[in-house]
C-alpha cells in the first residue's frame, strides 16, 4: 500500500531498480534491530557506486530521509520525508514511530485478514542439520572442515548445502548464509 504522500513514479524506480540489484528496503526489514534512519544509514554502511541507486533514487523524488520499520514479520512501514530528521529524533520519538508502524500493520492484518504463508511454507524452513552448516559456513569453514565438525561425510554436507541454498532461493553459499542471518 503506497500513501498518497509518496511522489509520483518513486515506487515503479524503486520496483524496477530493486529487481535489477538488490532490495535494500527487504535487506533492512529482515536485519534491522534498532529503528535507524535512511541517513544514519548511509554514514553506518557508507555504500558507494551502484550501493547509492536506492538513496538517489529517493533525493530526486525529493526524499531526504525516511525510517523503515518492520512489524511482526510481513510488514515493513516506511516514512519519508523531504528534510533530514536524524539528528531530530529521540529514542522516544522513535519508540512513538515505531508504534505507528505497528499500529497501521495491525490494521492492515484486520482489512485483509491474517497471513496464510507461513504454514504453507514451513516445509521451506531450514532443518537443525542445515542451520548447523549454515553457520559454520559463516564462519568461514569449508565443506571439509564443516564435515569433520558435524562427523558427516564430505558428500552429504555438499548435500545440505544445495538443499538449503534451494530452500533460501539462494545464488551461491555466500547468499545462503546472507539470507539466512
Not at 534451494?166 to 548464509?177: E, P, Q, T
Request: a positive charge; aromatic letters at 10%.
Amino acid at each position: 500500500f503506497i500513501h498518497r504522500s509518496v511522489p509520483k513514479g518513486w515506487w515503479e524506480g524503486y520496483s524496477e531498480a530493486a529487481s535489477r540489484h538488490y532490495d535494500p528496503g527487504l535487506i533492512m526489514a529482515r536485519t534491522s534491530l534498532m529503528a535507524y534512519t535512511w541517513v544514519e544509514t548511509m554514514r553506518m554502511f557508507d555504500p558507494v557506486g551502484a550501493d547509492r541507486w536506492w538513496y538517489e533514487l529517493a533525493h530526486k523524488f525529493g526524499m531526504r530521509d525516511g525510517m523503515t520499520c518492520p512489524v511482526g514479520g510481513r510488514w515493513v512501514v516506511g516514512f519519508w520525508s523531504p528534510k533530514p530528521f536524524s539528528h531530530l529524533l529521540t529514542d522516544a520519538m522513535r519508540v512513538v514511530i515505531y508504534g505507528a508502524a505497528s499500529f497501521a500493520a495491525l490494521r492492515l492484518e484486520q482489512i485483509i485478514g491474517p497471513d496464510l504463508q507461513p504454514a504453507t511454507t514451513l516445509a521451506r524452513q531450514p532443518t537443525p542439520r542445515e542451520l548447523a552448516v549454515l553457520r559454520l559456513m559463516a564462519a568461514g569453514r569449508t565443506a571439509d572442515e564443516i564435515a569433520r565438525s558435524l562427523g558427516l561425510s564430505e558428500e552429504t554436507i555438499r548435500s545440505h548445502i544445495k538443499k538449503v541454498q534451494a530452500k533460501l532461493g539462494a545464488r551461491n553459499r555466500l547468499h545462503a548464509v546472507a539470507e539466512a542471518m
